[in-house]
């Protein structure tokens, strides 16, 4: 996901996202572009679809390739609670320049247009300094990676593990795996704007992806069965593994598991977790004295 200013101010954002509503006939993975609305907030009804991919894999460079079709310069419109209400297909070549008009609508650019517009990464950034890229997965905003926070957002050491205890090895790839009390304490990991996923937003994402999320946001990478593996959606989830209550380690390769902030019981958690043998989304209770992953996700 990125931003786009012109002379630094922010006038819209550009990434590639899953469009999809399910018995809609809108199962599409496409760069879209949004302009400003009202608050200098994205709009999100007025989506501009400049390049759409095949939606299946080349099998030979597992990478989604441009379609080669006039199916280009659609439009695309979101409504509450991740809902894609409508899409519009295109009919032009894939768009490679935008223009932002005045009214901050997009539109395609000539080919032979000067580029103004300056195009800068939109991060999430943590305490330790820490940034991680973000994907847009219906209207919800998350980190594309697993948190590796050390520190509370006021600078006070969090205890953190690394699977087998090898922070060398797995601290860049697989990120901190936390307890469920220590990620849901005062003051906090999640920096200004975002939060730790609640109940609700875990059945938004599962609810934009059905059916099949799972697979839809496993990584394309360390899954010990990988035809379960799509990551249409961007979420790149990986097998992390966890500690459990004992101390011991194990799961890594068969199963990604993220805390929620919700606590069913006083001794439980409440989270999510993709397995290598299925292509859904799992939920249940777990102690809050195991570690897992962490995900954060913007505040709308």
Not at 26 to 36: E, L, T
Request: hydrophobic share 30%; proline share 4%; net charge neutral.
């Amino acid at each position: 996901m990125h931003y786009i200013y012109d002379n630094n101010v922010l006038v819209g954002q550009i990434g590639r996202e899953y469009l999809f509503r399910n018995g809609k006939s809108i199962d599409i993975h496409a760069i879209v572009v949004y302009p400003i609305g009202q608050g200098g907030k994205m709009d999100l009804t007025r989506g501009y679809v400049a390049q759409v991919y095949n939606r299946a894999r080349n099998s030979s460079t597992n990478q989604y390739e441009i379609n080669p079709g006039t199916v280009h310069g659609g439009f695309v419109e979101f409504g509450p609670k991740d809902t894609l209400y409508t899409y519009t297909a295109g009919r032009l070549a894939p768009v490679s320049k935008v223009v932002v008009n005045g009214a901050s609508d997009i539109t395609a650019a000539a080919g032979n247009a000067i580029t103004t517009l300056d195009v800068r990464p939109y991060l999430m950034t943590d305490a330790d300094g820490t940034s991680y890229p973000v994907v847009k997965i219906g209207t919800q905003y998350w980190m594309q990676q697993n948190l590796k926070a050390e520190h509370y957002i006021d600078g006070t050491p969090i205890t953190v593990y690394y699977f087998n205890d090898d922070r060398t090895t797995n601290r860049d790839v697989l990120g901190g795996l936390y307890t469920w009390h220590s990620i849901n304490t005062a003051p906090g990991v999640a920096p200004d704007g975002w939060r730790i996923p609640t109940y609700d937003d875990w059945y938004s994402i599962y609810h934009y992806l059905y059916p099949d999320a799972g697979r839809k946001m496993r990584a394309l990478e360390m899954w010990a069965n990988m035809s379960n593996a799509d990551n249409v959606s961007g979420f790149s989830g990986l097998p992390a593994g966890r500690r459990t209550d004992s101390g011991s380690y194990n799961e890594r390769n068969s199963y990604g598991q993220w805390w929620s902030s919700y606590s069913p019981t006083t001794s439980d958690g409440w989270r999510i977790y993709l397995s290598s043998g299925g292509a859904s989304i799992s939920t249940g209770n777990l102690g809050k004295n195991y570690t897992q992953s962490i995900r954060l996700l913007r505040d709308n």
